[in-house]
């Protein structure tokens, strides 16, 4: 049974920083593409950003640019992304994805998805 766990959310201060994990199970997870999702309180759910098996390929939503990073432990069947300069604007549940498409994982269709992990950004 595949199963993706997120853990790291949490209470932040703006300006603040935390680091999300996931961690995968019942899969080969080098071999699928990886990817972070949130969703905030009434509204839709939003691609923030994607990492290839080898992370040849990485992409950013526009918002999280220069502020976060996504990596990835193949070998620990773990991804992570690290968020800094946080803003109250990042707060949502995150949610992390795996999909062998590169192209399904960054439009969030299909896959395995984890049940999410809350951040708050606020003082």
């Known amino acids: 049974q595949v199963q993706l766990k997120e853990s790291g959310g949490g209470l932040v201060q703006p300006g603040g920083s935390l680091r999300l994990s996931c961690a995968a199970s019942?899969?080969?997870?080098?071999?699928?593409?990886f990817g972070w999702f949130r969703q905030a309180p009434g509204k839709e759910r939003e691609f923030v950003a994607a990492?290839?098996?080898?992370?040849?390929?990485?992409k950013y939503a526009d918002s999280v640019k220069g502020r976060f990073t996504i990596s990835r432990d193949n070998g620990r069947e773990t991804g992570y992304l690290q968020m800094n300069s946080l803003k109250p604007e990042d707060t949502a549940v995150y949610f992390c994805?795996?999909?062998?498409?590169?192209?399904?994982?960054?439009?969030?269709?299909?896959?395995?998805w984890g049940q999410g992990t809350q951040v708050i950004v606020s003082s």
């Open positions: 994805t795996a999909h062998p498409s590169w192209s399904n994982v960054i439009e969030g269709s299909g896959g395995y």
């Open positions: 019942g899969l080969v997870f080098g071999t699928y593409n």
């Open positions: 990492a290839s098996p080898s992370t040849y390929m990485i």
